[in-house]
T-cell receptor, first 112, second 114 residues
């Protein structure tokens, strides 16, 4: 069992649809990040959230940190084929220095 | 500014051979991380260094794996002897202690052990 559980693991949708990806834990994180990884490349940071209840928007992507800082969600509006990739959440525990704990990832495919 | 550089990008070797993966972190970063990624297990942290000192190596699978960071601009991950189950993509990432803990990943080394 991973410390950060992501759901769903796989998601295949049509262009234009909306979707939400979840990242859940029983542990409290001092901050949480979302990364996107495209085939053949390393993960790239999308956003960092640090305050319980915080909401950040990045164009069509909306990120929320849970009030208790144990969970997070990523919502994509009107998905496009360019959104295809592996989405990873990563949390920093309070006593973990600058080490991050990664979730298992959500593999998203957006079909034209 | 150059990102994290890893070499080689692809490595195919036979079981029992020694494999050395190399990483050059972003200049000025003082933390370096080695990860392994597979479909089954996802992204796993193997070891990380702060200021060239290994801090946590609890993710290193077994004694066949070793990592070094002789200076701030270079690190190696060695597997000796390699086994087919070591086949994976190995990523190096670097970050700046005290920042937002953003990790900057290299492009990875795809290792295939036959």
């Amino acid at each position: 069992t991973q410390l950060l559980e992501q759901s769903p693991q796989f998601l295949s949708i049509q262009e234009g649809e909306n979707l939400t990806v979840y990242c859940n834990s029983s542990s409290v994180f001092s901050s949480l990040q979302w990364y996107r990884q495209e085939p053949g490349e390393g993960p790239v940071l999308l956003v960092t959230v640090v305050t319980g209840g915080e909401v950040k928007k990045l164009k069509r992507l909306t990120f929320q940190f849970g009030d208790a800082r144990k969970d997070s969600s990523l919502h994509i509006t009107a998905a496009q084929p360019g959104d295809t990739g592996l989405y990873l959440c990563a949390g920093r525990l309070g006593n973990a220095g600058n080490m991050l704990t990664f979730g298992g990832g959500t593999r998203l495919m957006v079909k034209p | 500014d150059a990102g994290v550089i890893q070499s080689p990008r692809h490595e195919v070797t036979e079981m029992g051979q020694e494999v050395t993966l190399r990483c050059k972190p972003i200049s000025g970063h003082n933390s370096l991380f080695w990860y392994r990624q597979t479909m089954m297990r996802g992204l796993e942290l193997l070891i990380y260094f702060n200021n060239n000192v290994p801090i946590d190596d609890s993710g290193m699978p077994e004694d066949r794996f070793s990592a070094k960071m002789p200076n701030a601009s270079f690190s190696t991950l060695k597997i000796q002897p390699s086994e087919p189950r070591d086949s994976a993509v190995y990523f190096c990432a670097s970050s700046l202690v005290g920042g937002r803990n953003t990790q900057y990943f290299g492009p990875g080394t795809r290792l295939t052990v036959l």
